[in-house]
């Protein structure tokens, strides 16, 4: 009898799509049997692992609530600091915080309207020291620089002026108040080319503004009086601006 020359059918059990299925399956189970051993296992673990997560989300915004908190209770303790004492105060306890160096400030402005121009400049260089970089600065340097020249320090005084004027980055108006100071001190020395140059500066800082206006009166009153000078005829006499 000859013999069958057909290929022997595969076994069902040998089929690969029926191993793999099989092996599919098998690693599927093994599968989740590891992840329920591990879980089983490191159960304590994970747990510890997710109340530390949620703790950490808890303290965050705590602490930003807490910080919230804490800011208000700044500004509340900054306005009953009603006395350049208690202001002093608040500034020693809230030292590097911008409301510190307000108070300080305020301490400043205070000394300088009372005539205290020694006790001003030490408070405006402690107000500068917390205000750097705020818009405070150039108000604080223009308060310093002007407590300067009336305890006495014309050259330092004059300097700081010069120093807000020509600063491009400050605020225009307070560039201008800068100017028109320095303005008043060319026209008491008589320098009518300094008074000329400042009164073109001023005009380009903050053109038609009440400084501009200002040094262009007193401009106009050096000149008067200049002529009068020369003649021997009495000086024109104009209140300052």
Do not use: C
Not at 222 to 238: D, L, N, V
């Amino acid at each position: 009898m000859s013999k069958s020359n057909e290929t022997p059918s595969t076994p069902r059990g040998d089929d690969p799509q029926v191993v793999a299925s099989a092996e599919s399956a098998a690693s599927s189970n093994d599968l989740e049997e590891v992840v329920q051993q591990f879980w089983e296992k490191n159960r304590s673990l994970l747990m510890g692992l997710a109340a530390i997560i949620l703790v950490a989300i808890i303290a965050r915004n705590g602490w930003a609530a807490f910080q919230a908190g804490q800011v208000e209770s700044t500004r509340e303790e900054y306005a009953a600091a009603d006395t350049d004492s208690a202001k002093k105060a608040f500034a020693d306890d809230r030292a590097g915080t911008a409301l510190a160096g307000v108070a300080l400030l305020q301490i400043a402005d205070n000394a300088f309207s009372e005539g205290r121009y020694a006790e001003a400049i030490t408070n405006y260089d402690a107000a500068e020291a917390e205000l750097e970089g705020t818009p405070f600065y150039d108000r604080i340097a223009l308060g310093k620089a002007m407590a300067q020249l009336l305890d006495g320090q014309m050259d330092a005084g004059k300097s700081g002026l010069q120093a807000v004027a020509n600063n491009t980055s400050t605020v225009a108006a307070v560039r201008g108040e800068a100017i028109y100071h320095l303005s008043a001190l060319a026209k008491e020395s008589g320098n009518m080319s300094e008074l000329d140059a400042l009164a073109t500066q001023v005009d380009a800082v903050t053109p038609g503004s009440n400084w501009a206006q200002r040094v262009t009166l007193m401009r106009a009153a050096a000149q008067a009086a200049a002529p009068a000078e020369m003649t021997g005829e009495a000086e024109i006499s104009f209140e300052s601006p």
